[in-house]
């Protein structure tokens, strides 16, 4: 017979004393909405303690049984080229090495593509980027399985490379096609014009360097089937591919991610082929199979933050207000489409950032060259599409003589013009619900940054002096909070309570350290009215909720909290229907109406009438009763639709905005430059968790900052990438944290949308955030021009590219020129 | 074998291979997998750990190292931390629970690394307290990346670990665990015990050494191997046969005379620093932009000088100081200057017997100017795509012993003779360096990499040159005027960032 556990009957109240106003500069610290640890409250991430005592357990850290392969992969040297012989004879007689695989070998699909197809998990006879998969090996050890790969006789016919983004769109070398907005007449718009300016910028990939490389752990199961342990994103996905790739039934593969140590989008599709490459030697050998890419193999292999060519012809009238025209944006996509489709499309849903173009037309190609497959990265294209319109807006400030900031301003999305114009609907069609509150943002920052006397200062300061100059810059956020692939934005959870009262979550996203374990568990200790200790999430896995979205697009949250509000609220109604019945039936049983969960226990009726029964006590009796306690959740975002035929729809849910104010001061000599203060205020409508969305705004801000500024991805001439570790790639470091750095999260501003507990997205839009930096320093440099115009730059703002700059500025100033050249700038 | 505590615990294990790394051992052969590898090449630090050695009292001292770059067997003698030797079971470490409450993790996989660097700071803060300047966080975090918090947390907590209860682990408790690692450093010191891994040499004297190097010409020298290890972690080399200067008495030490000082070859870089500061702060604020604790801990003079990087730091540096080698071997003794010394691209007069010794470093003149400029992409933890080091004197107005040097101009750290030339001797006025600076352009040949086109490098270095005579006039200026010189408050004579300018 089973027995019940005994239960401590007092309710639980012994976080109170644990949790601390957390300290640090002002105005981070926030007190709790909160202080059971129910969703709305500061808590810590549920893996801190483990975190810093290094309990947190990573792929790596998982223990292997004793005979577990280590699997490492032969990369192509050469970016583009045929396969004239491949000879891996040395290779499988190297000392340690057990298996060798290369495309014969691979019993089921070969294409491992995610969406499209097109990424061959091993090249066969065409080589397409320097860094592609040739083969792999399973050795007895890491350092065996390295030493064996550099043992393989490969010769290539080498072909020259096609690695210039722009030449490509004109040669139509396309991985998927091309692709147009277009809303009103925006020839006739530009004809109209008072004003026509136009301009072309490059913007620079990026690199994810999540600190955990990409890694797997699989074994083998008792049937045909494996089990996956990755750093992955995208669990069901990988669970598709690996069962394609063996030839196996999809419940043959589970996939399983307690937490990766960074994502980024880094390992949403990219991901999975190394699972799929682990799991070919786990069936082969019937040994567990790991794989851990080195750094530099990882940042070769991988790809990338899209790199971007972008042009604008904007027309615009006396008050620099836009009128409507061109934009075109070409995304460098690679060798494959991988999710090119979708990472452009949204390039061209950001290209009006925050304002409103008026009549305009937005094309997006999808150049396709000799490099990795570039892929998902926080923004996910849609930074690259913000950075043509903010260019316009300093281009065009300063062609009519004012502040970039009053230009920002006035073309802000409003209702409408003064003529009565609508102005409040994007190129694509989607209207813009919460207009007041992106002018709210935007005013409260301009004060609170005090931008109006620090733009005097600095003006009287860059007058006075020759060498260092500073700059300043507010750019706003508008970014599109859905998958634009309507289909995904769906999610499951699935929720088990036991019978000494403690709850287990399990829900379809992943946790990358973005805190989502730590909000799903904080939504279900809400619904139950419990403390969050006693809710604990386990690991994705595609065994216990099937058939799940990638972690993505900022919807983790958004999507898996309302799914596990759905198990959480329906187990609850259960409880509370047999609870009605089941309690004080001598008194005619509980009130159902009044019923609640709060504190840990189940109360109903008020004043003299309430009544109390305990959690723990609560679910005994349901179990004795033989009520279920367990359920599952599911969610669907209601509303969203996009015809991509007409280029017409409501792709996102809603919009999330913020805003930032940068200031750098510049070294007009050398090209260095500090970033001296930021001030950020950001819409998360009413937080779930203030301490990890405030860790998401100023870490997002400061990845965007690294983007424009000191991550550069360089490749030679023969399209081999020579950044490839953290010696040559410099991610922003300690010291470039902003000496002060003001940031804080809009209140008062519930999501218009029926979202979790009217909270909003938090993971992406903080990203573009950072691009109020490279427009400082534009500004900085634009003082070298006396403020006439503004200077190109393109990113990443490296202290060379500002040198270079800055430097054309003081020869343009010297040779008298300067009334008539305006780099950067070809009036049209 | 290497014998060493790890966190409290004696710990003698055999069979260590002569290229296994502090990180491998940790975590293969140890199977404590709380400390990471993030990059492999001592960069991000996820793997810190800090390594403690006995002082003459029998304290013991911790340093933060990049153990995924660190030779296992310079473990010997040692009390390795790691962050599993932080908490125990019930309390966390300060560090600890100021990084939990001040979110200061969040994917966690950097934060072993960062936790281990803050580790070392509050150590430090607790020997020798002193105020904790942007400098000083700069220094203890500037080699832990993290890619998702942005690192305001990370400071948050840096500036309040020392508020927290004291809590130590059961190791810190024992109190004669300082004593105890005394004397097993002292043993393994005493009796010369080399490692059962016999290709891994640990002289203690440098006669031991020129014996070895007369023996085994062929073994790589080691003494921080923050470089050498590159070749087995990122070339994937086996290195089977080394010869660790770390512990050679006379290469350790640094010998005061008249006219300057011998710093022993295998002087850490951190070790050199208070040195420098008192000297030579341009110099010594330069190091603090040499790559990070964690590597400074380890690396050496003499390794940054035998590694003959172009883009070495400390090369074009005391070239303009005028340094000089003690090259030695068994075959004797021999004194170099330091610009004969650089031949070709990692090529030197070093023969394959001799070992670098010592370096001198000549003691300042009064009147003696120093200026050192980095240009990197990023302004810690970065290698430089252009370095400017510049001396001078300035007598009677006109500029005496100039001695200018770059790094990142040419295929070794060199000396630029015409430009000295056309300074020597002149007013620094805009005529003279407008001289200097052609010269420059003709005397150097950059290269172009990932670092920077050989365009951004001619014309920076130019540049530098150009910052120097604003610096030069500018403080002049201050001299007869009697005002600050590059303050805030003198734009006009402003000409450099402060948190670059020294």
Request: with cysteine; charged share 25%.
């Amino acid at each position: 017979m089973r027995t019940l556990t005994d239960l401590d009957q007092s309710p639980r109240s012994s976080e109170d004393a644990t949790r601390r106003r957390y300290q640090g500069d002002e105005p981070l610290a926030r007190d709790t909405v909160n202080n059971r640890g129910g969703a709305g409250s500061a808590r810590p991430h549920e893996s801190a303690v483990k975190h810093v005592t290094g309990r947190a357990a990573y792929i790596d850290d998982l223990a292997t049984p004793a005979n577990t392969l280590h699997v490492m992969v032969g990369q192509s040297p050469v970016a583009h080229g045929r396969i004239t012989r491949m000879d891996l004879e040395k290779v499988r007689a190297f000392p340690g090495v057990v298996d060798v695989v290369s495309l014969a070998d691979v019993p089921g699909h070969t294409d491992i593509g995610p969406v499209f197809g097109g990424d061959p998990i091993f090249a066969h006879d065409e080589i397409s980027y320097a860094g592609q998969n040739l083969f792999a090996v399973a050795a007895d050890s890491y350092k065996a399985a390295r030493q064996a790969v550099k043992a393989a006789i490969v010769e290539i016919d080498e072909q020259p490379a096609s690695l210039d983004p722009v030449a490509a769109a004109e040669r139509e070398e396309f991985v998927r096609p091309t692709h147009v907005h277009e809303r009103g007449d925006w020839q006739a718009a530009l004809d109209g014009a008072l004003h026509v300016l136009e301009g072309t910028q490059f913007v620079g990939g990026q690199e994810h360097f999540y600190l955990e490389g990409q890694a797997c752990l699989v074994e083998p199961t008792e049937d045909e089937g494996v089990v996956v342990h990755t750093s992955n994103q995208h669990p069901s996905e990988t669970q598709k591919l690996v069962a394609e790739v063996l030839d196996i039934p999809f419940h043959a593969v589970t996939v399983s991610n307690r937490r990766m140590g960074g994502g980024f989008g880094g390992k949403e599709t990219q991901a999975s082929p190394w699972a799929c490459i682990a799991a070919l030697f786990a069936r082969r050998t019937g040994r567990a199979a790991k794989v851990r890419l080195p750094r530099a193999d990882d940042t070769r292999g991988t790809g990338k933050r899209h790199p971007f060519h972008n042009a604008y012809k904007l027309g615009f009238d006396e008050r620099g207000v836009l009128s409507g025209g061109d934009i075109d944006v070409i995304g460098d996509c690679g060798y494959s489409p991988d999710l090119s489709e979708a990472v452009v499309d949204r390039a061209m849903f950001h290209a009006d950032n925050a304002y409103s173009l008026g009549s305009a037309r937005v094309t997006g190609k999808r150049a396709k060259t000799h490099t990795a497959s570039n892929t998902a990265f926080r923004g996910f294209g849609g930074p690259q599409g913000v950075m043509i319109i903010e260019r316009a807006m300093d281009d065009i400030a300063r062609y009519v003589g004012e502040d970039p900031l009053t230009v920002r301003k006035r073309n802000l999305y409003r209702e409408a013009d003064p003529d009565g114009t609508p102005r409040n609907v994007t190129h694509y069609g989607q209207r813009v619900e919460q207009i007041s509150l992106l002018h709210d943002v935007i005013s409260q920052l301009e004060d609170s940054s005090d931008y109006w006397n620090r733009r005097r200062e600095i003006t009287r300061f860059n007058a006075q002096s020759p060498i260092i100059k500073r700059g300043l810059a507010l750019t706003p956020v508008k970014f599109g909070i859905s998958f634009t692939a309507q289909h995904l934005n769906q999610a499951g959870a699935l929720l088990h309570v036991y019978t000494d009262g403690s709850v287990m979550i399990n829900h379809g996203g992943t946790e990358m350290g973005q805190g989502l374990h730590t909000k799903i568990c904080q939504v279900v200790a809400r619904e139950l009215g419990l403390d969050l200790e006693q809710v604990r999430i386990t690991a994705t896995r595609t065994d216990k909720v099937p058939n799940t979205s990638p972690t993505a697009a900022s919807s983790g949250a958004d999507l898996n909290g309302m799914a596990a509000r759905d198990a959480a609220s329906k187990l609850r109604d259960r409880l509370f229907e047999f609870a009605a019945a089941h309690f004080d039936v001598e008194g005619g049983g509980l009130d159902r109406e009044t019923m609640r969960m709060e504190h840990g226990e189940l109360v109903s009726g008020y004043g003299e009438d309430e009544q109390r029964v305990a959690w723990g006590e609560l679910v005994q009796a349901a179990y004795i009763g033989r009520v279920s306690l367990s359920e599952k959740g599911f969610y669907a975002t209601p509303l969203i639709h996009y015809d991509r035929a007409t280029g017409r729809g409501r792709p996102f849910y809603y919009y999330a905005h913020g805003a930032a104010v940068s200031e750098v001061e510049v070294d007009t000599l050398s090209g260095e430059y500090r970033v001296s203060r930021v001030d950020i205020l950001h819409d998360v409508g009413d937080s779930l968790n203030p301490a990890i969305d405030m860790g998401q705004v100023e870490g997002g801000f400061i990845q965007g900052m690294g983007w424009m500024t000191s991550e550069e991805l360089k490749w030679n001439d023969a399209g081999q990438l020579t950044t490839v570790g953290p010696s040559t790639y410099n991610i922003p470091a300690f010291g470039d944290l902003p000496e002060t750095f003001n940031v804080k999260l809009m209140e008062g501003h519930p999501n218009s949308q029926a979202s979790i507990y009217r909270s909003k997205a938090v993971g992406e839009p903080p990203f573009m955030l950072g691009i109020s930096v490279w427009s400082a320093l534009r500004d900085a440099l634009a003082s070298m021009a006396d403020y006439r115009f503004c200077p190109v730059l393109d990113t990443p703002a490296t202290p060379e590219r500002v040198l270079m700059v800055a430097e054309q500025l003081r020869q343009a100033k010297r040779s008298r020129y300067n009334d008539n050249v305006r780099p950067g700038h070809e009036p049209a | 074998m290497i014998d060493f505590y790890l966190n409290g615990k004696r710990q003698r294990l055999t069979n260590v291979s002569v290229d296994t790394s502090i990180l491998e051992l940790v975590r293969q052969q140890l199977g404590q997998t709380g400390t990471k590898e993030g990059c492999a090449s001592g960069d991000c630090g996820a793997c810190t750990v800090a390594i403690g050695e006995p002082d003459a009292n029998g304290t013991i001292n911790y340093q933060s190292a990049n153990s995924c770059i660190t030779p296992a067997h310079q473990l010997n003698g040692c009390h390795l931390v790691t962050v599993e030797g932080l908490a125990d079971d019930a309390h966390l470490h300060p560090a600890q629970a100021a990084m939990v409450e001040c979110h200061g993790s969040q994917c966690g996989f950097c934060t072993p690394g960062i936790v281990m660097s803050l580790f070392t700071l509050y150590e430090e803060q607790n020997q020798r307290p002193a105020p904790l300047t942007q400098q000083r966080l700069e220094s203890a975090l500037g080699g832990n990346l993290c890619r998702c918090t942005g690192y305001r947390p990370i400071r948050d907590a840096a500036l309040t670990m020392q508020d927290y209860p004291k809590a130590t682990p059961d190791w810190a408790a024992n109190a004669a665990l300082g004593t105890d690692v005394a004397v097993l450093a002292k043993d393994v010191s005493d009796t010369g015990r080399q490692s059962d891994a016999t290709g891994y040499a640990m002289p203690r004297n440098i006669a031991a050494l020129r014996e070895l190097k007369a023996k085994r010409p062929g073994a790589r020298l080691v003494a921080g191997g923050t470089d050498l290890w590159l070749e087995t972690t990122q070339q994937v080399r086996d290195i089977v046969d080394i010869i660790d200067v770390r512990r050679v008495a006379e290469l350790t030490e640094v010998e005061e005379v008249n006219e300057g000082w011998w710093i022993g070859a295998s002087v850490s870089l951190s070790a050199l620093m208070p040195l420098l500061a008192e000297h030579y702060p341009a110099f010594e604020h330069l190091m603090h932009r040499f790559a990070s604790s964690q590597i400074r801990n380890r690396a050496t003079l003499g390794g940054n000088i035998a590694n003959a990087s172009p883009i070495g730091d400390t090369p074009p540096t005391l070239l303009a100081l005028d340094a000089r080698l003690r090259l030695d071997g068994p075959r004797g003794s021999r004194e170099l200057a330091l610009e004969d010394f650089f031949l070709d691209y990692k090529n030197t007069a070093l023969e394959d017997d001799e070992f670098i010794a010592a370096i001198f470093l000549p003691r300042p003149a009064a009147d003696h100017n120093l200026k050192v400029w980095k240009l990197s992409k990023r302004r810690e933890d970065d290698i430089s795509a252009v370095l400017g080091a510049f001396a001078w004197r300035l007598e009677n107005g006109v500029m005496r012993d100039v001695r200018l040097a770059f790094g990142g101009m040419a295929a070794i750290p060199r000396r630029v003779p015409a430009t000295e030339a056309a300074l020597e001797g002149s007013r620094p006025d805009a005529a003279a360096f407008a001289h200097a600076r052609a010269a420059l352009a003709k005397e150097l040949t950059p290269m172009a990499d990932m670092r920077g086109s050989a365009e951004y490098r001619t014309l920076a270095a130019g540049n530098l040159l150009e910052r120097l005579r604003l610096m030069i006039d500018a403080e002049s200026r201050s001299a007869s005027n009697d005002t600050q010189a590059n303050n805030d408050n003198n734009f006009a004579t402003k000409v450099t960032l402060d948190a670059y300018a020294h």
